[in-house]
């Protein structure tokens, strides 16, 4: 509601003219919806005027409160673990993954540290001895760092020996687990470290071992029997020197190698058909996939070439580690401990892979963008160690360099936000920096922007105190993003406030301004937290987190915008009615001009000329600065004279050009108008100017809309095909920075060794003993699945199950030998073999606490029957057996058993009743079968083998098998079966929203409708687009896709609103609406694109692709929508307006007649002093036509309107003049 203004700013004589028209309500149900609108906004204005009063005290309890938030940042954690961030929350997944973490411990078994070697040309032959010479001098470099491999690698299957001096012999022999090429050669020998000492012979090591030989020769001196029959068990033969060398004419080529004697090179291709062995044939085979990239074969299947190697090293866990080493004496003086233990396994790979950084003009000379300097890297020396000219080069890669690339990855750059934020302030003060001091706002800008980076900084700050992760999406994306959507209503409210309507008090100028744009503020805001909202319903945490962080953060931006920067605002209001400069605030402008506000007058008796719809009163101010008092003195002369209108092409009554707000809730409701300057044409435009005089004209022209609607459809069209091009899926590749080392490896491993080691979990709360048959159809049902890598022929499967079967069928064959040869007897085994003696101590077994021997069984029963079961009284006493006596088994079969079954010593002299008495293993709750996952490619190839294996483990339940696949592809991959159901479903849900709080702040459903349309549109759109671009689906662009519907509201409704708040037909509102939105719109997606330029600054290309493209696509789309397409349907479909303006019919208005004696003139001024300025101030009065038949109308309002009347001075003159003195502030 005006107010007059206060008499210091109005000319002396001035009095309040009798009422005039204003704007009808219409009658009927739109008065509800007005009356609340009203409401609504006046609560804002006694906000606002609460406010100016207390401005001081606001602005400094709000910094104080802000900053206080701030501080949580210093409890921010930022979360890095990839299964705390991309398993589902809650979901199958998540479950099955704290039940394996509950059973096994939180930490894996081992890591793997991973070499690759690919040529430089494409498609040459690496299976030459060259090569893989190249690759054991590559694997040798890396891995000799500060500690020895031998130390800390993964070894399995350690078996327990009585004697003591063999038992430390093989703690220092026992090679490590190395999956590699070389070791079908005597080669892979070099890369096992260790060696053990005898008396009167060289140090043993892997390199001269022969353990056949050294059987013999230590025979005489211990009983090493069951030692023997271990090393047979696992086929361990001659180990490395009965190999072939790959240079025979290495001096220290053993003369057992097949080659030695022949000096011929090896057939590559041939030794390594098939795969390699580690020293034991029997438990350590790894399959060609394993090794070989790229591979070739003839017709009949054999191996002609491959164009990649790889070698894989198993290290110890933290644990395993800190455990091997309690106690020695190379750690008792470091306070040894596991975190220190896994500092150590870190250190070990950085050393080995290549991690520096060079910082740089991105990357130009091919180094790591990655990660920080650790030490001197071991991959760069195995690379320098190579040739110069070697046709060769060398991938590696390890768990550690993927956590260090998640670390970088969520690091805040820092020279990116300051340079982002130093964008925007520059932008802000540049932007509404004047001339005129009175009009400058240059220091309300870089308030703002300070204001907006303020209240970011306490929305992650609450965040952080409220528990919720940071991730990299918080830290790369968030500062940007919330950055440019709070500067947004920065700028909305600092134009609106410049721009208060004529006669409004300087104590409600806050107020008038919330009262006006409040709502357009609040609408936007509560929009965008709302998408931000519904995108948390997509289960992925680490979306999860920065959708909620997002919504916090729009949430402060908005009490900020609201309620500290409109503080911001009333202080620089008293700064410009002091006349201080803009930005040096401290410093005075004597000739800054005062506000002047010159108010039209009435004609006459109020008759109006007929066919005259514009009336334009010129008149001439003549400003003169007085130095004594520094005030400026306006002086009016009476000269005053009608101009035609000019043309306009919309004939319409547009007259504010100089619109920046893009608030239409506030309604003029008096007949005065504004004033405009007359000034030169190029002074006068801007965008508001452009928007009324050429585009608004232009597109709603009748063919032009003809023009849009078929544009729109056929991109709309074009996009629903673009959306059939939309792949799922996110790729490792996608994420680490292109042309880095890390970049090089992950593409050479997804071309060339596209495996993934899988394991199928079974749990608890069934008898495994009585459900074998079920085991075994649930393993084979596993084993049948595309993408599952087939067990070689020749070898049994690498489950616990086989091989505890096969180990009790041996053992029952050994004992039936010797039963057979007499050699063992009812009462004794002490002459039988070591496997008959074990199956001799189980086949007696009973169960039975108080009878739990029966040797009458050893004759009646099998350990194994006919149909391949073991026999169930005997599983759970025969799994101790096994565990204890084949620990080479055990380790190849990766059964990780909980409980653990208890350890048994087997002695086959002892035969008292305690020997005999062999305990049960307590009833499993956790195994695993281990497979191998190949050639997934793509996402589909992920759902594909994921829906398999979880149909198997169905159809296991259905036997009382509790299973469930566990996996990378099943923690990182499962997602996507549902992704683009959570999709739909937010995007629904969100639409549905975003109507109900359009309908509800608008109260009008028909322009709600309309703006959820054009945002369903836009979100296909931009779904098509990144079918286009190549933008896969994951759950980053779904949140982006989600949160698109609330950011586009930001294009909408300003426009919606604009339209509906106007008077006249469609056209001519659709017209209005966008003179007075356009440049705010503008400015809103110019600052949001300045938000989101320091994205593309990034080393990362994910977040140029799928955050600065897919967000800069997002508001191109939404300018053109709520600029282009949304005017065009509102003055097709739009909704009638709420408010029509009604004339009375009278002899004066239809009789034209001239205006009376000073109806728009002021007393003659005397002569003007020479000193004196002048100034051309042009007022345009915009006269409505009647209403049509038929149009709401309401009874006039009773307010007053404030218009200067003539008061002829005495002397036929009267000076006008305006003093400005500095008001008190309180």
């Known amino acids: 509601m005006a107010r007059p203004p206060p008499l210091q700013e109005l000319p002396p004589g001035y009095t309040p003219p009798a009422r005039a028209a204003s704007p009808q309500i219409p009658a009927g149900s739109l008065k509800s919806p007005l009356w609340l609108r009203a409401y609504f906004q006046g609560l804002l204005f006694s906000l606002g005027c609460g406010i100016q009063r207390h401005c001081g005290k606001v602005l400094f309890l709000g910094l104080l409160a802000f900053g206080a938030l701030a501080l949580g940042l210093?409890?921010?954690?930022?979360?890095?673990?990839?299964?705390?961030?991309?398993?589902?929350?809650?979901?199958?997944?998540?479950?099955?993954?704290?039940?394996?973490?509950?059973?096994l411990g939180e930490e894996a078994a081992y890591t793997s540290q991973m070499l690759i070697q690919t040529p430089r040309q494409e498609g040459e032959n690496v299976l030459t001895p060259e090569a893989l010479g190249l690759h054991l001098q590559a694997a040798l470099t890396a891995s000799k760092v500060s500690w020895d491999l031998n130390k800390i690698c993964y070894k399995s299957g350690i078996p327990l020996i009585e004697n003591g001096m063999i038992e430390r012999m093989i703690e220092k022999l026992f090679p490590c687990v190395i999956l590699t090429p070389l070791d079908c050669f005597w080669e892979g020998a070099k890369l096992q470290g260790g060696s053990a000492y005898l008396p009167g012979r060289p140090d043993i090591q892997w390199t001269n071992l022969d353990p056949e030989q050294l059987l013999e020769e230590l025979g005489p001196f211990a009983s090493l029997e069951g030692f023997r029959e271990l090393l047979d068990k696992a086929q361990v033969g001659q180990a490395y020197v009965g190999r072939p060398c790959l240079h025979p004419d290495d001096l220290h080529c053993p003369p057992s190698a097949p080659n030695h004697h022949s000096k011929q090179a090896p057939n590559v291709a041939q030794e390594l058909s098939g795969g390699c062995h580690g020293f034991s044939h029997k438990f350590m085979h790894w399959q060609e996939e394993l090794l070989l990239g790229g591979m070739a074969r003839d017709p009949q299947g054999q191996l002609l070439r491959a164009e990649a190697l790889q070698s894989t090293f198993l290290l110890m866990s933290p644990r395993q580690l800190y455990e091997h080493f309690r106690g020695d004496y190379q750690t008792h003086d470091i306070g040894w401990s596991e975190e220190q233990a896994g500092t150590v396994l870190q250190a070990w790979q950085r050393r080995f892979v290549q991690v520096s950084v060079q910082m740089g003009e991105g990357g130009a000379r091919g180094c790591s963008l990655l990660l920080p300097l650790r030490s001197t890297l071991s991959l760069q020396l195995a690379q320098e160690a190579l040739p110069q000219n070697s046709s060769q080069q060398i991938h590696a890669f390890s768990s550690t360099t993927l956590d260090d690339i998640l670390h970088a990855f969520s690091e805040v750059s820092a020279a990116r936000v300051v340079g982002g934020y130093l964008l925007m302030l520059a932008y802000a003060c540049v932007t509404m920096l004047r001339w005129d001091c009175a009009q400058s706002q240059g220091a309300v800008g870089l308030a703002g922007v300070l204001l907006v980076a303020l209240a970011v900084a306490s929305g992650l700050g609450l965040c952080a105190l409220l528990g919720i992760a940071f991730n990299?999406?918080?830290?790369?994306?968030?500062?940007?993003?919330?950055?440019?959507?709070?500067?947004?209503?920065?700028?909305?409210?600092?134009?609106?406030?410049?721009?208060?309507?004529?006669?409004?008090?300087?104590q409600e100028r806050t107020g008038e301004c919330l009262q006006r744009t409040g709502t357009s503020v609040a609408l936007t805001s509560i929009s965008h937290m709302v998408a931000f909202f519904m995108a948390a319903l997509v289960p992925i945490p680490a979306l999860r987190a920065f959708s909620l962080q997002a919504a916090i953060v729009v949430g402060c931006n908005f009490a900020a915008v609201m309620l500290v920067f409109p503080a911001v605002l009333s202080l620089d209001l008293h700064r410009r009615h002091c006349q201080r400069l803009d930005v040096l605030c401290c410093f005075s402008s004597p000739c800054?001009?005062?506000?002047?506000?010159?108010?039209p007058q009435e004609l006459g008796d109020g008759t109006v000329p007929v066919g005259i719809a514009h009336l334009t009163a010129t008149v001439q101010a003549f400003a003169h600065c007085e130095a004594g008092s520094q005030h400026v003195v306006t002086i009016l002369p009476p000269r005053a004279r009608l101009v035609p209108p000019p043309s306009d092409p919309l004939g319409s009554e547009l007259f504010s050009p100089g619109g920046s707000t893009r608030d239409l809730l506030g309604q003029e409701e008096g007949t005065r108008q504004k004033a405009t300057c007359s000034s030169l044409p190029c002074a006068r435009w801007n965008l508001a100017h452009f928007a009324r005089s050429q585009f608004a004209p232009l597109l709603l022209q009748s063919h032009s809309k003809a023009i849009v609607l078929v544009l729109f459809g056929a991109l709309l069209g074009l996009s629903l095909y673009g959306a059939t091009l939309v792949q799922d899926g996110l790729a490792l590749t996608d994420v680490v920075p292109r042309g880095t080392k890390e970049h090089a490896f992950l593409s050479a491993q997804l071309r060339y060794f596209s495996l993934y080691e899988v394991a199928l979990v079974t749990q608890g709360g069934f008898d495994y003993a009585h459900s074998q048959r079920a085991l075994f159809d649930l393993h084979q049902r596993f084993s049948s699945l595309k993408a599952v890598l087939p067990t070689p022929a020749t070898q049994a499967p690498r489950t616990w199950l086989h091989y505890y079967r096969n180990w009790l069928l041996g053992i029952q064959a050994a004992f039936d030998q010797d039963w057979a040869s007499g050699r063992i007897s009812r009462h004794s085994c002490r002459n039988g073999s070591e496997d008959g003696a074990l199956a001799y101590k189980l086949l007696i077994q009973t169960g039975d606490t108080q009878e739990p021997l029966d040797f009458s069984q050893l004759t009646t029963r099998k350990l194994v029957d006919k149909e391949g079961l073991i026999a169930p009284e005997l599983f759970y006493v025969g799994l101790t057996m096994w565990v204890s006596s084949d620990p080479l088994g055990l380790a190849a079969s990766q059964a990780n058993f909980y409980p653990p079954p208890p350890e048994w010593l087997h002695d086959k002299y002892d035969t008292t009743g305690e020997n005999l008495r062999i305990p049960a293993a307590q009833p499993l709750e956790f195994a695993q079968f281990p497979f191998l996952l190949r050639g997934l490619q793509k996402t589909a190839d992920f759902v594909e083998a994921i829906e398999g294996a979880r149909a198997a483990c169905a159809e296991a339940g259905r036997a009382g098998v509790r299973a469930y696949p566990s996996g990378s592809p099943f923690l990182f991959w499962e997602q996507y079966l549902g992704l683009r159901r959570y999709f739909l479903l937010a995007i629904c849900i969100l639409l549905v929203c975003t109507f109900l709080v359009c309908a509800l702040l608008l109260l009008n459903p028909w322009t709600a409708g309309l703006i959820v349309l054009v945002l369903a549109m836009m979100t296909v759109e931009l779904f098509g687009i990144m079918g286009f671009l190549g933008i896969k689906l994951s759950a980053i662009p779904v949140v982006i896709l989600v949160a698109s519907v609330g950011i586009g509201v930001e294009f909408t409704v300003h426009v919606a609103l604009g339209f509906l708040t106007t008077q006249g037909s469609r056209n001519l509102r659709a017209a209005h609406a966008l003179e007075r939105t356009f440049a705010p719109v503008t400015d809103g997606a110019v600052s949001t694109l300045l938000g989101l330029l320091m994205l593309a600054g990034s080393n990362f290309d994910f977040i140029i692709r799928y955050f600065f493209v897919v967000l800069t696509v997002l508001t191109l789309l939404g300018l053109l929508h709520g600029l282009v397409l949304l005017p065009v349907l509102l003055s097709i479909l739009g909704p009638p307006p709420e408010v029509v303006q009604m004339y009375k019919e009278s002899p004066e208005v239809l009789s034209p007649q001239a205006p009376r004696e000073g109806g728009l003139r002021w007393g003659l001024p005397p002569t003007l002093p020479q000193s004196f300025a002048r100034?051309?101030?042009?007022?345009?009065?915009?006269?409505?036509?009647?209403?049509?038949?038929?149009?709401?109308?309401?009874?006039?309002?009773?307010?007053?309107?404030?218009?200067?009347?003539?008061?002829?001075?005495?002397?036929?003159?009267?000076?006008?003049?305006?003093?400005?003195?500095?008001?008190?502030?309180?």
């Open 74 to 103: 210093r409890v921010a954690i930022v979360e890095t673990d990839l299964e705390q961030l991309w398993v589902e929350v809650g979901s199958r997944v998540s479950q099955e993954l704290h039940y394996t973490k509950e059973k």
């Open 472 to 506: 990299a999406a918080t830290t790369q994306v968030l500062p940007f993003l919330a950055l440019g959507i709070g500067v947004d209503d920065i700028f909305l409210l600092a134009h609106a406030f410049t721009e208060a309507p004529p006669g409004t008090p300087l």
């Open 592 to 599: 800054s001009a005062r506000v002047i506000q010159i108010l």
């Open 1175 to 1226: 100034v051309t101030t042009s007022m345009t009065v915009a006269l409505h036509p009647p209403p049509l038949p038929g149009a709401y109308i309401h009874p006039a309002s009773d307010e007053p309107t404030w218009s200067p009347v003539a008061t002829p001075a005495a002397n036929g003159s009267s000076n006008l003049s305006s003093r400005g003195p500095c008001p008190a502030t309180g």
